[in-house]
């Protein structure tokens, strides 16, 4: 495997797949990523995919449709209903770089996973290795994010990597990755500006 | 020399402009680091390039982030972080010169040039005026000490004199005095804003070099014995007391002439011969003389000689008649009338004129025979090296100036004329550079009187006859044109009157971005030094003119000045 397989956790299976972006399908009862999470797909044994959970679907399937019209629902109904359903809770995932023979690039993997490929849920260390490579480039995938909330995306990403960075004594990283962000958006006032106002709440929350 | 140019950090980076529009370089920090004037090296590749900052402009990448202050939304740090992004200093620089530095001289390409200038494939780079301009994002310095020694010399080197320093980073600059007298220079600024001090160190210090006699036409009786200054109330030594007696001498106009009390070295007497119709002529509008005087002075030469004719004018009576036995009145034969009558000059033009010569008649140092001829004892002490302080004591007045000044300076032009052509005709020593100093210039160099005077042709021709002019004046802009475009180096401190800014920045390039700097300069404190004598346009706070100065002036190189201590000092082991 492209990760190292102490620090990730399979969270998934892949349902399918673009260059850019891919959904894959989680266990109800299992416990999912987060919103903003960063996940690895390995591609193959040297090549793992990364990406950020940009999105999560819970739908819905005929039983559900019946049952959230029924009054006084038993807990054992609806826990039954969340743990045996057959629809999956599907996360929506953007790729944002690849690990290529032990080396981490900020580009699209150089294919998209294939059906049924384990989704895993990256640790802090394999955090800290992504987002601490290069110079912050694969940033620019979120911001360019069109099906997504772009700022709300960044704000959660920026939390749970400013939280491993700074938990891995890089301080600085949280300012550094802000400093990117106005490089890309300076010249665009109205989206900027919400999300530094977003991004200073994830600064608060830092303690930064 | 380019080994002696320390690295000072990088203030910004060039990002746009060229030789017609200026240089733009955005500041790295805050604009206080850079002010208006500052002498900035750019770094370019092989190039050193140098200029004059003219303005800086605060910018924004959209406007928006310069009208909302960003602390109002976000956090300090995020506010600074956005800020340092958003908002930043455009500094404008004037490109003034380029010097080829070579490659760095650690690389191997670096042997490779100075090999070949060595071997002398090249010549050795040295300033040249731009004729290109750096590249994208070149890196951006105030000088440094090197830096400014390499454009405007090293005040060691003979004949540099340090006029002042630079502001920021307080580096000496240095006028070199050899240049300075080649060509006619002036000193300008309004009242108040410090050109006699500035003249006085000047004149030091081109005493001091000793290249040139030094006369100068002290109308307000300023530069030869010791002052007060009207500001502060402390000593304001003159340049007498400075070098003393045997290097300068004061003289006073008038035969009982004193000078604050004190007598001069000697006095200055006019004789009557000394008087020409083109000396009185020059005084039409201060005597408020007509349209005939010339036709009456050239019948007065004709009819009396080029020598008797002031005398003998002066001695006619005006309205004496004698009367007949029938009673019929005619001009008596000591009359101006009469005199005219015979002449065929028109009576009222001659008695018009004689009147209003009255005001020279009565001036107590005219006198029919002097006791020794004071002008050519004045034009001596020149020949020979000594400096003059002309001092017009009690005679103050333009009409006092305007005549003495412009005969003085006819007789030294003759004198200077044939002594250049001796020399050039083998048959003469080389004439001693000579410069005059006048204050006041508008008063004789005006576009009226421009043309009649002996001061034009030496500021336009007097070059090559070993005389320059070195002009000091509150109002450049009544000078005329053509005097003006002769002056070579031109010291100005503050102005305020547009035409004024307009008269000394004409000629030179780069002016518009020149002229709102001349007048933000500080008064007393700052001058610009421009034109043909310095390398480049350059701010400068100027040097103090106290004790400390005449005390650098006597342990000057030829008091034994320790050269290899000043090198230490400025520059570092």
Known sequence: MANNPQMDVQVGRLLRANTRACVAGCQPAQRFPAFGALVSIDLDENTSAYGLVADIHIDDDGLVRQLVTTPNISEAVIQDN??????????????????????????????????????????????????????????????????????????????????????????????????????????????????????????????? | ?????????????????????????????????????????????????????????????????????????????????????TLYTNLVVLPSLMLERGPEPESPDYTAWRSTIDSGGKEEPRPMPVKSIPAHHASVFLAGAGDVAEIFGKPTEEGNFVIGHTREQDHPVCVNLDKLIQRSSGIFGATGSGKSFLTRMLLAGL??????????????????????????????????????????????????????????????????????????????????????????LDALVQSLGKDKWFKSFKAMKRGSVIESEDGKKTPAPDSVAFWANQNGVNVMAAEGLHDKLRRLFNKAYIVESPPADSIQALVEALKKGKHIVLSFGDYESDLDYLLVSNLLT???????????NQFRGKNGSEPRQLVIVVEEAHKLLNREMAAQTTFSTIAREMRKYYVTLLVIDQRPSQIYDEVMSQLGTRVCGWLGDEDDIHAVLSGLAGREALRGMLSRLQAKEEVLLLGWGVPMPILVRSRRYDEQFWQDIKTSKKAGFDQAQAIKNLYGD
């Open chain 1, 82 to 208: 969340r743990v045996n359903r057959n629809v999956p809770v599907e996360l929506s995932i953007l790729f944002v770089g690849h690990r290529s023979a032990g080396v981490i690039s900020h580009r699209l993997p150089p294919r998209p996973p294939l059906s049924l490929d384990r989704v895993r849920a990256c640790g802090e260390g394999d955090i800290c290795a992504f987002s601490g490579a290069g110079r912050l480039g694969y940033l620019r995938f979120i911001l360019d994010a069109q099906d997504f909330p772009a700022a709300d995306l960044l704000a959660a990403h920026l939390l749970q990597a400013g939280r491993a960075q700074r938990d891995h004594g890089d301080s600085q990283w949280f300012a550094q990755a802000v400093d990117k962000v106005i490089t890309q958006l300076r010249s665009d006032y109205d989206r900027l500006m919400p999300i530094l106002e977003a991004l200073a709440d994830v600064q608060q929350e830092l303690g930064s």
């Open chain 2, 1 to 85: 020399m380019i080994e002696l140019m320390e690295q000072n950090q990088a203030i910004g980076i060039v990002t746009s402009g060229g030789l017609k529009e200026n240089l733009q370089v955005r500041l790295n920090g805050s604009p206080q680091q850079v002010q208006e004037g500052s002498f900035i090296v750019i770094d370019s590749q092989d190039w050193k390039f140098y200029g004059i900052a003219t303005d800086l402009q605060l910018q924004s990448i959209d406007l928006r982030y310069a009208l909302e202050p960003s602390r109002t939304r976000l956090p300090e740090t995020l506010a600074n972080l956005l800020d340092c992004q």
């Open chain 2, 207 to 296: 005493i001091d070099h000793n290249r040139a006699s030094v006369l100068v036409y002290d109308m307000h009786n300023e530069y030869g014995l010791d002052d007060t200054a009207s500001d502060t109330g402390e000593n304001v030594r003159g340049l007498r007391s400075g070098f003393g007696a045997s290097k300068v001498q004061v003289v006073g106009l008038g035969g009982s002439a004193t000078i604050r009390g004190s007598a001069p070295d000697f006095n200055l007497v006019l004789g009557y011969s000394d008087i020409l119709p083109e000396d009185v002529e020059l005084l039409t509008r201060e005597l408020n003389l007509k349209e005939t005087t010339a036709t009456v």
């Open chain 2, 410 to 420: 006819r007789r030294i032009r003759a004198e200077w004329e044939q002594m250049t």
